[in-house]
């Protein structure tokens, strides 16, 4: 293992032209507020763009707000809907843009130096990959574009002299706590969990565990995809795959920990014995700075810990409760279009569930069975991007029938 990675540190740039895809999310939107502060703090950032699927209403707000040069609407839900959009910003000289390639092209932009990959699934690969190869500081919670195409994403990445950086709370960690330290001298990352709601659950009470009761997570609150991918363990399943990506790490020196106080977002022992983590609360706004400002830290607008509430902070092995966390490690170890399709799988049953199609016991063995059908026949050890696209429309009908 080297110490080159996809987050070498690039010059700090006088003028931030930002993007924020996904905007009317839940990072979305807390990408903006942290934007809005540093801008009051004196941080030379400028929204350029905004991009989400179909909550135009929330985009107009944004933009108004805002002042981007463009807003982006991919998937308008009523065919009216994208009228409405450009009625609401016509007294403005905001550009309303509609479908798919007007977020790559957005990603591209001369004048966006920051992309904020945070849009949901395996739908924020194409702009990811845009941003990777123009070179931009990618600032990505879009984990599901690793866990396609981290073969794809990472050598983009080194070879244009783009800006990894992570948003993920337990990737965030690892990356602050690698400050002190070398990726060489690492020996193993632990990734901490909450458990999810379900944490204490028996195995029979979660298979028929209802949507509402899987929404409700104890400590963060996010958007409806990651919080049940959080009841299944999925999430931490995916964050394994893109660990592995953005450190450079075998399965091996990949653990996770439950860790339901949810205070250290994960840690690094290095090879001499010693550990090193990150805490804080559970507030997205502290890693979405970081990955804006690294290596600079400002004032935040972050909740802060208070250590006098705070009565203990205990750790548990995962168990077998959780088969979620042996589709991550398989990820890793059979690599190629085995990703693409444990993700597609994973995206098309997490929506049945909540669609209430399917019991919430369901999700992991569809998403394991696709998988393993997929590793029998089909699987493509060095992809390209069709095949990992065509892995990905297989498995979402694959895991729909
Ligand atoms: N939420 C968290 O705390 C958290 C923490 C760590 C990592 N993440 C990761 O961050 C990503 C976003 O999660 P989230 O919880 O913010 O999800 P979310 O609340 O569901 O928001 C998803 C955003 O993506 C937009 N979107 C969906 N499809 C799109 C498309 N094809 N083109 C453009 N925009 C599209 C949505 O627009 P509409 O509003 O119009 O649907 C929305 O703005 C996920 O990869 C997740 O795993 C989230």
Redesign the pocket.
């Known amino acids: 293992m080297n110490d080159i990675t996809p987050m070498a540190v690039a010059p700090l740039v006088s003028s931030r032209g930002i993007a924020v ?8 939107t807390n990408t903006l507020q942290v934007v809005e502060h540093l801008i009051k703090q004196g941080q030379p950032f400028e929204v350029i763009g905004l ?5 135009w209403k ?1 985009l107009a707000e944004q933009a108004v707000r805002f002042n981007p040069k463009v807003v ?1 609407l ?2 308008p839900a009523n065919a009216g809907d994208l009228t409405e959009l450009k009625t609401a910003l016509a007294h403005t000289r905001i550009k309303v843009l509609t479908g ?1 390639q007007a ?1 790559v092209d957005l990603a591209r932009r001369d004048d966006v130096a920051v992309v904020a990959a ?4 395996a ?2 690969l194409a702009p990811v990959l845009a941003a990777a190869e123009a070179g931009k500081w990618i600032a990505l ?4 574009a690793l866990v396609v195409a981290g073969c794809l994403v990472i050598p983009l990445v080194e070879k244009s002299g783009a800006t990894l950086l992570p ?3 337990e990737h965030s960690a690892i990356f602050q706590s690698l400050r002190s330290g070398q990726l060489r001298e690492i020996a193993r990352i632990i990734l901490t969990a909450s458990g999810g709601p379900f944490r204490s659950w028996t195995v029979e009470k979660m298979r028929t565990a209802t949507v509402q009761e899987a929404l409700t997570h104890p400590n ?1 609150r ?5 919080t049940i ?1 959080s009841a299944t363990l999925m ?1 931490k399943a995916l964050e394994i795959v893109e660990a592995h990506w953005l450190f450079n790490l075998p399965a091996e020196r990949i653990d996770v920990l439950i860790h339901p106080q949810s205070i250290i977002h994960s840690m690094i022992e290095f090879v001499d014995g010693s550990t090193i983590a990150q805490l804080g609360t559970p507030d ?1 706004r502290t890693a979405i700075q970081y990955a804006l400002t690294h290596p600079q830290r400002h004032g935040g607008c972050s909740s802060r810990l208070d250590w006098s509430t705070i009565k203990e902070m205990t750790f548990e092995q995962p168990d077998q409760r959780f088969p979620a966390l042996g589709i991550g490690y398989e990820v890793i170890r059979r690599g190629g279009t085995s990703g693409a399709v444990a993700n597609a799988a994973n995206e098309t049953a997490n929506s049945l569930f909540r669609a209430g199609k399917i019991p919430f016991g369901k999700i992991v063995d569809i998403t394991s069975g696709v998988l393993k059908k997929h590793l029998d026949h089909g699987f493509v050890g060095q992809p390209q991007l069709a095949d990992l696209l065509a892995a990905d429309a297989w498995a979402r009908a694959e895991a729909a029938l």
């Open positions: 895809l996904g905007s009317t999310g839940s990072i979305g991009a989400a699927a179909s909550s929330k982006i991919t998937h798919d977020v945070s849009v949901v699934g739908a924020g919670s879009n984990k599901e948003v993920d709370s963060w996010m958007g409806p995809k990651i991918d999430n997205m």
